[in-house]
């Protein structure tokens, strides 16, 4: 009997989990004895995936743990976790059962002290001066006297009241104050937003856009102004295209804005005496120069004057100059007369010379000689003719017997089809170009109607006429001993001594004035 029964194997009764069970029990077991947790670690491989998932590790000197910040948790996060940092982050462990791992589910970020937040400082600074953006090259001078003044700060704090203030005193400008919170987690994009919207009106608008903007703030700690060295309010400050001057913090505070804009400031109030000049001291500037410019006008016109009368000393006398001019005149004066004549003797006498040859008897015979070559030549002309003739109609036969009426038919029946073909075309293009015409002129003719003097009557205003002409000015119309008024509906008469003016046409536009 015993033979058909096995013994039992150790540890053969035990339960069976499936996968997912113990996936499941690892999971309740690991959320329910930690729950949420701050972990301090290093900053390892940082992944961003398409979906907007942020995947890193926070690691020490000897284990890894995997962590996650959903899509949703990323975009509030004060701090973005970069690789090397130091970083106290928080959250709650879970695991992930498809893999048989655990991970970290990041619901905030905090450096690790001072000397994280200094250390991600740096590394951010040789990142944005790699790219050229401390370069001194692309910093644009500050306007002299700008016209508007765009500020950047909270407008709450001290800052903006000694701005103002330091403003009025120097030299007052229209100030735009865009406000924004200084420190915590909406400082950096507040400010990015700020700088750009400035760049973003229009110059000379309804709300103008500055000539000078300033991003100002107190002093504070580091993490206080941690705001202005995110790489977001950086970069804006780069991107501006309006000149900027920073002023965040005290004379010791420095932040990445102040590497890339065009100006530093040590405090806010030295950005206002930056930003423009004391209007006292121009204006005693201008009242020295102002001086200088008479004194040396009146020096010059002393001058001119000294050696004006220096160069006419040395310019001989009026009558010197013009006297033997007039004895020149007056020696040929006087031989006028005597040249005169002798100019009519010899022209009488070349014309005598020609009269000999101007005798009838010559004439007679140079008319016969030439009538007699005019003979020869016509006796000559008419067999030349025939013969050329002859010549033709050889020629002409021979390019007849090579002509053949086929021939020609084709040809004159091709050209005719083209001739009615180019005939139908013009017809069509100028119907079509008459058609233009037309609505153009009746498109012009309703814009005349709609420009002429009569719609501004339908308005409500008149034209007043008198003898004149249209009356503008009212001493006119006291003057006239009778006025025409014209309505949109017809013209009244005003007195009987004076006649109205003659009427315009239907549409013809009155003087400039005349309506009322």
């Known amino acids: 009997m015993s033979d058909l029964i096995d013994d039992p194997v150790p540890g053969e009764n035990a339960h069976e989990y499936t996968v997912s069970e113990i996936s499941g029990a690892v999971k309740r077991v690991l959320e329910g004895e930690f729950g ?4 301090k670690g290093e900053v390892g491989r940082v992944f961003v995936a398409r979906s907007g998932h942020l995947y890193f590790d926070i690691k020490d000197d000897r284990s890894v743990l995997a962590s996650v910040a959903w899509k949703g948790q990323v975009a509030r996060l004060t701090v973005k976790p970069e690789e090397g940092m130091e970083v106290v982050a928080t959250g709650r462990l879970t695991t992930f059962g498809s893999q048989s791992k655990y991970q970290l589910t990041v619901e905030e970020i905090r450096p690790a002290g001072v000397g994280a937040l200094m250390a991600m400082l740096e590394k951010r600074k040789k990142a944005l001066a790699a790219e050229g953006l401390f370069d001194d090259a692309r910093k644009r001078p500050l306007p002299y006297l700008p016209e508007v003044i765009g500020v950047v700060t909270s407008p709450s704090g001290a800052v903006i009241r000694d701005i103002l203030h330091r403003l009025r005193d120097r030299f007052p400008r229209k100030v735009l104050i865009w406000p ?10 507040e400010v990015a937003r700020a700088i750009e919207g400035f760049n973003r009106l229009t110059p000379g608008g309804a709300l103008p856009r500055p000539d000078l903007l300033i991003v100002a703030r107190g002093g504070g700690s580091i993490e206080d102004l941690w705001g202005f060295n995110e790489e977001i309010v950086a970069r804006a400050a780069a991107a501006s295209e309006i ?43 201008l009242s020295q120069q102002e001086a200088r410019l008479d004194r040396a006008m009146a020096e010059a016109v002393a001058r001119r004057r000294q050696r004006l009368a220096d160069v006419s000393r040395a310019l001989p006398r009026p009558e010197a100059l013009v006297g033997q001019a007039r004895q020149r005149l007056d020696y040929a004066t006087a031989g006028l007369p005597r040249a005169l004549t002798a100019l009519v003797e010899r022209r009488r006498g070349r014309l005598n010379e020609a009269a000999v040859h101007l005798r009838p008897a010559v004439l007679r015979r140079s008319v016969a000689q030439r009538k007699a070559d005019t003979d020869r030549l016509a006796a000559r002309l008419g067999p030349a003719l025939d013969r050329l003739r002859r010549d033709k109609d050889r020629g002409y036969r021979t390019v007849a017997a090579r002509l053949r009426g086929s021939v020609l038919d084709r040809d004159l029946a091709r050209q005719n089809d083209l001739f009615t073909r180019t005939v139908r075309r013009l017809s069509a293009a100028g119907s079509a170009q ?12 309703r814009l005349r109607q709609s420009l002429g003097y009569r719609e501004t009557l339908k308005r409500g205003y008149a034209v007043v006429r008198g003898e004149a002409g249209v009356v503008t000015r009212k001493a006119e119309a006291e003057a006239a001993s009778g006025l ?9 008469a005003i007195g009987g001594g004076g006649k109205p003016a003659k009427r315009k046409g239907p549409e013809e536009k009155p003087e400039q004035g005349s309506l009322f």
Do not use: N
Not at 36 to 39: K, L, S
């Open 434 to 445: 008459v058609a233009g015409w037309a609505a153009r002129l009746e498109a012009l003719e």
């Open 484 to 492: 025409e008024i014209e309505f949109a509906d017809g013209r009244l």
């Open 180 to 189: 924004v919170a200084v420190q915590g987690d909406r400082c950096a994009p």
């Open 36 to 39: 949420r947790v701050r972990v």
């Open 243 to 285: 000149p900027l001057i920073s002023a965040v913090g005290h004379e010791t505070d420095t932040t990445l804005i102040d590497y890339v804009s065009d100006r530093r400031a040590p405090t806010p109030t030295a950005a206002a005496e930056i930003a423009v000049p004391v209007r006292m001291e121009l204006q005693a500037w």
